[in-house]
């Protein structure tokens, strides 16, 4: 790599954050309960019983957050709608107050210069609605485009950027499947169900915004992709490796850019793989304007028959560093999925809509600093990563470091914090951490400081 580095004007600095992590106030102004707030009340569920009652209280906060992100230097940020503030019921009735805060937020970005870019579901889903089947219902895709027209609605006008679902990947694997998530199931059966609904939920989103829209945003999706390595050259390693690629990877970008599900999907669901009607398939490949990559690690993969559905599972890497989430730091798989996005899928315009670590924060010293060194390493590397692939001729358009503050890690709860931003969850205080600083000057310099040593 050059050390010269130099990121186009137009390009996008973003942070990014969802609402049910930050917002805090989940009931208030007449919101409905989301499954997160159901979930995060169940026994067992959180680590210490952490919900996201408080959690940031950026409900509240909302104006002077906008305000540190000016100072950041930001000139994007990614947030998502809580569904059960527009629709308490997850359908029929609006409510005005909830749509309210989303439309003062957004008008707060665009008079500090900060472009917002909105996803219309980040795992909240009405509780409701999941009284009705949630992802497993069929008549989903009309509620959610229903839902997605309402905020359309309001706030097309305004926001350029749309994305309909944040990693469908996770909603099935870890709320389906695992368990580990809202709403909790562990069912073979219903895994392939929900991805197919969140899917032809996505599409329909798309076709009404297509319907709606008089003006000029875009609309695309965010799915996380983990590059798979084999540990070994070995058949049965190699094998373990497309299987773990096709149900992390493929199983949501074949669909929406080829019209077909990756073939392993089969073999991997077994008898739990249902009958996909054709039909469903051509109206799933609606054309989007971008795609959102969400990137924090690699896996390096072998075969296990342990480890089901999939057969694989992935292998430590002892040199190398992990976070506090015990995700490997390996920046050279960030250029190798831009890559292979572009190679596999076509021109797409590419964000990186999220890119983070969660390492342990010393407390912040007397003078008001937090010092980070470990992630400031990660922005930094990672960074030089993404303008790695830019030379080799990747689209890559903006980039959203994860998260602008510490918040709430889902069934983590608060203990695991991944902000350039250190909240104090006693006062609410926010503390800029050094990699928020040296963020800032990567953003003032457009990258340049990034050739800069180490
Ligand atoms: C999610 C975020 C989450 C982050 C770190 C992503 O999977 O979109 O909500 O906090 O990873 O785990």
Redesign the pocket.
Known sequence: MSDSIRFPESFLWGAAT?AY?VEGSPLADGAGPSIWHRFSHSPGRTAGGETGDVACDHYRRMESDVALMRELGLNAYRFSISWSRILPAGRGAVNPRGVAFYDRLVDALLAAGIRPNVTLY?WDLPAALDDRGGWLNPDIAEWFADYARVCFRALGDRVPMWATL??PW?VTDGGYLHGALAPGHRNLFEAPIATHQLLRAHAAAVRAFRAERRGTGEIGIVV?LEPKYPASDSPADQAATQRADAYMNRQYLDPIFFGTYPEELCAIFGEAWPEIPAADMSLIREPIDFLGI?Y?TRSVVRHDDAALPVRASGVRQPAHTYTE?QWEVYPPALTRVLLWVKERYGDIPLYIT?NGAAFYDPPTATDGRVDDPLRVQYYRDHLRAAYDAMRQGVDLRGYFA??LLDNF??SLGYGKR?GLVHVDYQTQQRTPKASARFYAEVIRTRGAVLGACP
């Open positions: 969802s992590q980040h944040n990693e996770v996380n969400n924090y989430t999220e994860w998260s890690e889902w991944f």
